[in-house]
């Protein structure tokens, strides 16, 4: 009989994946509030930072998060002057986010921000491109 039980903690693979996600998260804090932003708002700006605007379905399909959970980081991003928020002239349900100038501008503040979080993950480059490779494939399989 084999000693493998599938209700343990120890051998479930959400947990270590939940409780590293948090962890990681909550490294973040220190380093995103100079920028005066949330994680979530950060992955926001770093969609944005690479295409400039997007719809918020695209946005939300990208991030994997619902409407519900964009719409107040949306609303708050552009309180703070880093996105505009404007229907489609092509399609009127769908609300595109741009980047302003001052959202533009932010990128170069934020730079330092992968580099110091790389040095809170004790892993080889390979580790890390391995470990990448992995949850995009679970990712994938989700889907």
Known sequence: MSDYD???LKNQLCFPLYACSK???RRYD???KPLDLTYTQYIV???LWEHDSVSVSALGRELWLDSGTLTPVLKKLESKGYVSRDRSPDDERSVIISLTAE???LRE???TVPEAMGSCVRLTAEEAMQLHYLLYKVLAGIS
Do not use: Q
Request: charged share 20%.
């Open 103 to 105: 959202g533009r501008a």
């Open 109 to 111: 503040k934020a730079k």
């Open 6 to 8: 599938p209700l343990l």
């Open 30 to 32: 220190p380093l995103l």
């Open 45 to 47: 700006m770093m969609v």
């Open 23 to 25: 962890e990681i998260v």
